[in-house]
């Protein structure tokens, strides 16, 4: 059974700190998608991670795919309270199921 | 920007009736999957549907439930005989060939009493 691990399971930071939360697996995934979800809603698409070791940035958001492809992670720097979310990860092969982590509730005070 | 629509947005039913939800896809794409969401809880896989055929499902995914895309455009998930344990959100998405990004829908709510 493949899971996911995601770390911490609640963030709460002051407005202009840094932060990364991690999602872990002992499978091998071929993609990683992060995605942000608000209470009542859909989850939103924000990257999608293909290659071992690959980095993507999306404004403050910068997210990392582990070389061997079973772990991510996401950094936001200066956090603002427009990040508050859960931020989910989901693992998965071509074309088939995502496997879902629990997610980070993420809480940013102004 | 495209995005995948789904109706209702809110269901409430009694024990042992049947629900339909009702997704619309983004129009090029040609993968389709089915959610579920318990309230506090893990985005759960129900089932994947390609070239009109199911192509994966879970466990949850039972006989009581069944999908079809009845038309070019539309995407149905029925529930024969809805349980208490059937209440949550309901979330379709789609992809298309492009790493295969799966897009979410804003889910339906279903409530059963």
């Known amino acids: 059974t493949q899971l996911l691990e995601q770390s911490p399971q609640f963030l709460s930071i002051q407005e202009g700190e840094n932060l990364t939360v991690y999602c872990n697996s002992s499978s091998v995934f071929s993609s990683l998608q992060w995605y942000r979800q608000e209470p009542g809603e859909g989850p939103v698409l924000l990257v999608t991670?293909?290659?071992?070791?690959e980095v993507k940035k999306l404004k403050r958001l910068t997210f990392q795919f582990g070389d061997a492809r079973k772990d991510s992670s996401l950094h936001i720097t200066a956090a603002q309270p427009g990040d508050t979310g859960l931020y989910l990860c989901a693992g998965g092969e071509y074309g088939n199921k995502l496997v879902f982590g629990a997610g980070t509730i993420l809480r940013v005070k102004s | 920007e495209p995005e995948v629509t789904q109706t209702p947005s809110h269901q409430v039913t009694q024990m042992g009736q049947e629900v339909i939800l009702r997704c619309v896809p983004i129009?090029?794409?040609?993968?389709f999957y089915w959610y579920r969401q318990i309230l506090g809880q893990k985005v759960e896989f129900l089932v994947s549907f390609y070239n009109n055929e199911i192509s994966e499902k879970s466990e949850i995914f039972d006989d009581q439930f069944s999908v079809e895309r009845p038309d070019g455009s539309n995407f149905t998930l029925k529930i024969r005989s809805t349980k208490l344990e059937d209440s949550a959100m309901y979330f379709c998405?789609?992809?298309?060939?492009?790493?295969?990004?799966?897009?979410f829908g804003p889910g339906t709510r279903l409530t059963v009493t």
């Open positions: 991670v293909v290659t071992g070791g």
């Open positions: 129009s090029n794409h040609l993968y």
């Open positions: 998405a789609s992809s298309g060939t492009i790493n295969y990004e799966q897009y």
